[in-house]
């Protein structure tokens, strides 16, 4: 059986879809998993064999021991959270040897000068909103990733990891940084003293020497791994229709996090990526400020949310809740280049007894569209048009096999693919590795 060099596995909405457990799935088939994007502002919660495992930087493979975990130079790291999560895994008995973690040393640092600036920029957006100004308040998670991508642009400002490990050129980029950002903060309302450059070199120092072990040159090592023939997982963070380019803007994150993220955020080309795997809740949900055509806010949104679980991994924040846009899901597939879909919490839509599937948008002139629109101001104006289709009572959370699964279940599956014009390989009708559901043969199986 052919195993592909590479597979991608991304999410097709606004995140949360449940990437990590189809990683967690898929890394027994492969050699090394790589995170290529975002920050701890992503969360993945794995749960195997009843226990439950958040991770916000590790990549999913972390529970794999025989695995490889990169994180490329497209992350932006926190080091603290990071120690954070391998001493965490390290005391429930999984080992993150150097040998097994991979930290890229051209990957950026996330400050703390940069979750003072997100949380007080977004009070500054949302404070003019309630004067009556439009509201561009982006709802991020405050966790400094915007900042951080920003300061990489800005490049004369920004600290990467290698950048830790040497402890005169940290005091003096921070000597800048510092005078900088104190006025910046100051200008933004923050009431604090100035910033310490000393002490922050000294703090983010030790934390590198801590890590120092993991940090390397990881663009070679991916290629090198390619080289020896190694099979690789590519992990995105984040979802599609949150690509900086791609997605529904502003309300968007500050990276690529759709498949075209993978060359610039890990230092390979694209064509090494054989499969992508596109991962798509069997409704809709998104979290923060953005349009969301599809969402419900009656009784069965709030349903699907209890029944679902719908908080936050990294903030506990509920998330909106709605049914399942095919119109989006469709536009993120051709995005990505998607060779298969993983259709995750499908129990969670046992009981109804209709299901709603949005297929087209109805527009402020009466026009109907079928073409997804990501900028945020046109969006927000459509009307969804409803495919309504049968529910099935039973729960299904126990079923391994599809020929088992309802009739109305296989419908519902069978409608996606049609209308994505991509098959459905996996259905997961629970949070277990044992509740997964292989519906076709899978290149990466």
Request: net charge negative; with cysteine; glycine share 12%.
């Given at each position: 059986m052919h195993t592909p060099s590479a597979t991608a596995?991304?999410?097709?909405?606004?995140?949360?879809?449940?990437?990590?457990?189809?990683?967690?799935?898929?890394?027994?088939?492969?050699?090394?998993?790589?995170?290529?994007?975002?920050?701890?502002?992503?969360?993945?919660?794995?749960?195997?064999?009843g226990e439950r495992y958040a991770l916000h930087l590790l990549p999913s493979g972390a529970l794999s021991e025989d695995k490889t975990c990169v994180i490329g130079n497209g992350v932006v790291v926190d080091p603290r959270q990071l120690l954070k999560e391998i001493e965490g895994l390290t005391a429930r008995g999984i080992s993150l040897e150097p040998d097994r973690l991979l930290v890229s040393d051209r990957a950026h640092v996330v400050m703390?000068?940069?979750?003072?600036?997100?949380?007080?920029l977004e009070g500054v957006l949302a404070r003019a909103a309630g004067q009556g100004d439009e509201n561009l308040s982006i709802g991020t998670t405050k966790r400094g990733i915007g900042p951080t991508y920003a300061d990489k642009v800005h490049r004369s400002l920004a600290i990467r990891m290698g950048d830790l490990l040497d402890a005169d050129v940290l005091r003096r980029r921070l000597d800048i940084v510092c005078a900088i950002r104190s006025r910046e903060l100051e200008a933004l309302g923050v009431d604090a003293p100035p910033l310490d450059p000393a002490a922050l070199a000294d703090e983010y120092h030790t934390l590198g020497e801590r890590l120092r072990?993991?940090?390397?040159?990881?663009?070679?090592?991916?290629?090198?791994?390619?080289?020896?023939?190694?099979?690789?997982?590519?992990?995105?963070?984040?979802?599609?229709?949150?690509?900086?380019?791609?997605?529904?803007?502003?309300?968007?994150?500050?990276?690529?996090?759709?498949?075209?993220?993978?060359?610039?955020?890990?230092?390979?080309?694209?064509?090494?990526?054989?499969?992508?795997?596109?991962?798509?809740?069997?409704?809709?949900?998104?979290?923060?400020?953005?349009?969301?055509?599809?969402?419900?806010?009656?009784?069965?949104?709030?349903?699907?949310?209890?029944?679902?679980?719908?908080?936050?991994?990294?903030t506990g924040?509920?998330?909106?809740?709605?049914?399942?846009?095919?119109?989006?899901?469709?536009?993120?597939?051709?995005?990505?280049?998607?060779?298969?879909?993983?259709?995750?919490?499908?129990?969670?839509?046992?009981?109804?007894?209709?299901?709603?599937?949005?297929?087209?948008?109805?527009?402020?002139?009466?026009?109907?569209?079928?073409?997804?629109?990501?900028?945020?101001?046109?969006?927000?104006?459509?009307?969804?048009?409803?495919?309504?289709?049968?529910?099935?009572?039973?729960?299904?959370?126990?079923?391994?096999?599809?020929?088992?699964?309802?009739?109305?279940?296989?419908?519902?599956?069978?409608?996606i693919a049609a209308f994505v014009e991509c098959p459905v390989a996996i259905a997961s009708v629970g949070p277990d590795r044992r509740q997964t559901i292989r519906l076709g043969q899978h290149a990466a199986s």
């Open positions: 596995v991304v999410g097709l909405q606004w995140g949360d879809e449940g990437k990590g457990k189809i990683v967690d799935l898929l890394a027994a088939e492969h050699d090394v998993i790589v995170r290529y994007n975002g920050g701890a502002n992503a969360g993945h919660t794995v749960v195997v064999d703390p000068y940069h979750k003072e600036h997100d949380g007080a072990p993991y940090i390397t040159d990881t663009v070679y090592g991916l290629h090198d791994a390619v080289a020896d023939g190694k099979r690789l997982l590519f992990e995105g963070a984040n979802a599609c229709l949150l690509d900086i380019d791609h997605g529904t803007f502003p309300y968007v994150t500050s990276s690529n996090c759709s498949v075209l993220g993978i060359p610039p955020g890990t230092g390979l080309p694209g064509t090494v990526i054989e499969e992508t795997v596109g991962i798509v809740k069997a409704y809709g949900t998104r979290v923060g400020e953005g349009p969301f055509p599809t969402e419900d806010l009656g009784e069965d949104g709030e349903r699907i949310r209890e029944r679902g679980h719908e908080y936050g991994t990294t924040r509920p998330r909106r809740c709605g049914w399942l846009d095919l119109v989006a899901v469709r536009y993120s597939a051709m995005i990505c280049g998607c060779t298969s879909l993983a259709v995750m919490l499908l129990d969670v839509l046992s009981g109804f007894e209709e299901l709603r599937l949005c297929t087209g948008y109805r527009l402020p002139d009466g026009t109907v569209t079928d073409r997804f629109m990501p900028d945020a101001r046109r969006l927000a104006t459509v009307e969804p048009i409803w495919e309504v289709v049968p529910g099935w009572e039973p729960e299904i959370d126990h079923i391994t096999e599809a020929a088992d699964l309802p009739p109305e279940a296989h419908d519902y599956l069978e409608r």
